[in-house]
């Protein structure tokens, strides 16, 4: 889908029943050339038949952050209140961007919804998510505040040691902005949550999904937002200090890993993956529970396991896995991802996680 027909195809979605001159008005191109579109889409099975009536299989969206990272690793031991010698990086990222980036890298088609600022931080992120194949037409834009951004540093082995985050922009997603692209979003397969987002915003989508949400909680202070909400919840994700303030639950081994999982699907979610860093990952459903180890890696950066992760579980969802064999493709996803030297390893691929995975 071009990123024309993108545009037109959510208009469709939002409003059935819309014209196409008003299709040719608000695209400001003419009717004949919104026809070729609409021709174009039904070539595609976006559109069947007529009425506008839409299906978009295999079609993923992303809701969540995105920043401009800066980041610091030092030589040596970090030592506080002092300059520490050491490698300064500026990239992309946010959960939510980060998901979508290694959606795309194994192959999914994904669209993302966020906030961008009208400024030269915003126009390269954008840049770099077309650059990607990312859509993100249905995103804020906004001149009031700038792109968010997020600074942290790491200690010597990778491990993020403090971070920063200014991430204002994010509470402009509010439920009326949602609003009227929900008929859109419910024509995913599948919606990807993080809870950068207000409160309001997330019940607001759980509340109105029509299709399975899988929720990244972030940490421990955004994943409070998921109490109240989490019977709306199909998939989530949460690492052991984010499964530990949801449930209450002090995880130090697997049986501890089972008691929380029990309780959030006690409280209606449908799939638990709680990720417990080298220990590997306890996954479980209603009929079912597994401890899996973790699959061997060389370490280089630990920042972006939990994002390719929840991107596998979208990939998961798409071939129709079992837990088990989501468990497994997940952690394959995130060896690969602690190996690259960046947030986002950009050699991560379809055939290299299922070969770390063993599932070809």
């Known amino acids: 889908m071009t990123n024309r027909e993108s545009e ?35 070539k595609k099975g976006y559109i069947r038949g007529k009425g506008y009536i839409t299906s978009e299989p295999g079609r993923y969206i992303v809701i969540g952050g995105a920043n401009v990272d800066i ?9 506080d209140g002092d300059s520490n010698p050491g490698s300064i990086g500026i990239s992309f990222g946010g959960v939510g961007r980060n998901i979508a980036h290694n959606m795309s ?47 942290y540093i790491s200690n010597k082995n990778g491990d993020m040691q403090l971070a920063v985050a200014d991430m204002k922009i994010t509470d402009l997603i509010t439920p009326e902005f949602i609003s009227d692209k929900m008929n859109y979003i419910n024509h995913a397969s599948a919606i990807i949550l993080d809870t950068n987002i207000p409160a309001e915003t997330i019940e607001y989508i759980l509340k109105n999904a029509e299709v399975p949400v899988i929720v990244d909680p972030v940490s421990t202070a955004k994943g409070e937002r998921l109490k109240p ?7 989530i994700t949460p690492n052991r200090l984010e499964a530990e303030m949801l449930t209450g639950v002090k995880i130090s081994n697997a049986n501890d890993a089972a008691k929380a999982a029990d ?54 969802y798409e071939r129709g896995f079992s837990l088990k064999e989501t468990g497994i493709f997940g952690t394959a996803a995130s060896a690969i991802a602690l190996e690259g030297k960046e947030t986002i390893n950009s050699g991560l691929t379809e055939d290299l996680v299922l070969e770390r995975a063993e599932l070809k």
């Open 105 to 151: 890298l194994l192959g999914l088609p994904v669209e993302f919804i966020s906030a961008f600022g009208d400024d030269p931080n915003g126009k390269s992120m954008l840049d770099d998510l077309a650059v990607l194949g990312i859509e993100c037409a249905a995103s804020l834009h906004t001149k009031s505040l700038p792109t968010s951004t997020y600074m």
């Open 229 to 235: 909400v989490l019977g709306m919840i199909h998939t």
């Open 8 to 42: 037109i195809f959510r208009w469709i979605c939002e409003n059935p029943m819309i014209s196409q001159e008003e299709l040719a008005e608000r695209a400001g191109i003419t009717r004949s050339s919104v026809a070729v579109h609409i021709s174009n889409l039904i």
């Open 263 to 316: 309780i959030l699907l006690e409280k209606g979610v449908r799939r638990v993956f709680i990720t417990l860093g080298a220990e590997g990952v306890y996954c479980a459903d209603a009929s079912e529970g597994y401890m899996l180890p973790a699959i061997k890696a060389d370490v280089v950066n630990t920042t972006g396991a939990g994002d390719a992760f929840t991107a596998s579980l979208a990939y998961s």
């Open 71 to 79: 980041g610091g690793i030092p030589d040596e031991n970090v030592i």
